[in-house]
């Protein structure tokens, strides 16, 4: 299957001349790795195409790579492909009904179908795997930088490659990925991993205030007052629900992230044992079983969700003791 629908999206690229590649808000590496490796690798190897990776940047990966600004005028006789995305209203920075064709490439269960090619591969760790897989299975041409972009994406997206949908796949694939560009992928961890005192400081602000309820649920609600105090951005702050993965006194936990500028709140939702995602749907979210995301328009729905979530890990709680 999927090679039948690579050829049919490498079809598209070749066809149109302009080409915006869009991801979810509040991006996170695996998001703007995909996205920006995506777009140097077609001009690369299609040197007069106009390609723009768009939306709003995320200064802690802006090691990444850089943005292009969107403007209307590209909405005409152009090509949508949005990575790391399920669902329409998640899309950063573009209407997706407004261009002559849209592609979907994404590592997430199924939402909702807005485009008109979709690849969707739930067991892929990351939707920088399924970019390499698309690479190699079209025989384009990949430079060292967009490889480096890659690796980054899947490292950042299974933890060093210690979460479940890590396959013998992923590795494979890694594997081909550094024999043919000869990255050194050691050096790449500093960039991902290294943190100013300023984050350290805002990360112990989170672990001081969190709330731990009895059924081993821990949230925090982030106010926009609070980024500024701190001098983070809402999408550093969303992805810091991943330096708790392993403290012992919970097995979700959620950081609740007010988003001025997009004007919604942000729900980031990791767990070690309770499935999350359909909770997260329940409020307009989604994801994977213990990795999801939600959107909220004020603090009243964030403790609705909290309320579930926290039910959510006493009934798994219950059915462990049974």
């Not at 909405?75 to 998640?90: A, C, F, H, M, W």
């Not at 100013?196 to 672990?207: A, G, H, V």
């Not at 999801?292 to 039910?311: H, Q, W, Y």
């Amino acid at each position: 299957m999927s090679k039948r629908i690579y050829k049919e999206i490498l079809k598209q690229i070749k066809k149109y001349e302009t080409i915006v590649i869009a991801r979810h808000v509040g991006a996170d590496p695996d998001a703007l790795a995909s996205q920006i490796a995506l777009r140097d690798i077609i001009i690369n190897n299609f040197p007069s195409k106009k390609v723009y990776a768009v939306g709003m940047p995320a200064s802690r990966f802006k090691f990444l790579g850089t943005l292009d600004k969107f403007t209307d005028d590209m909405y005409e006789n152009s090509l949508l492909i949005v990575t790391d995305t399920p669902d329409k209203k998640r899309v950063d920075g573009v209407d997706p009904s407004k261009f002559s064709k849209k592609i979907k490439m994404d590592h997430h269960p199924f939402v909702e179908k807005f485009c008109d090619i979709e690849y969707i591969d739930d067991k892929s760790s990351s939707a920088s795997q399924i970019i390499i897989d698309f690479v190699f299975d079209t025989k384009l041409k990949i430079t060292k930088e967009a490889a480096e972009k890659l690796y980054i994406g899947i490292v950042a997206d299974t933890n060093r490659f210690m979460f479940s949908y890590t396959t013998p796949k992923t590795f494979d694939l890694i594997s081909k990925l550094i024999k043919e560009t000869n990255i050194n992928f050691t050096s790449l961890y500093e960039n991902l991993y290294l943190r100013n005192l300023k984050e350290l400081k805002f990360q112990s602000y989170i672990i001081n205030n969190l709330v731990v309820t009895e059924n081993k649920f821990a949230y925090i609600k982030l106010t926009d007052d609070i980024l500024k105090k701190y001098d983070v951005d809402a999408a550093t702050a969303g992805n810091m629900v991943n330096n708790f993965n392993y403290i012992e006194d919970f097995i979700t936990w959620a950081v609740f992230t007010e988003d001025k500028t997009n004007e919604f709140i942000r729900g980031s939702i990791r767990s070690r044992g309770p499935v999350v995602n359909e909770v997260a749907a329940s409020f307009g979210g989604g994801g994977h079983k213990f990795a999801s995301g939600v959107r909220m328009n004020d603090f009243e729905t964030v403790d609705e969700l909290i309320k579930a979530l926290d039910n959510e890990c006493m009934k798994y709680i219950s059915n462990r003791e049974m």
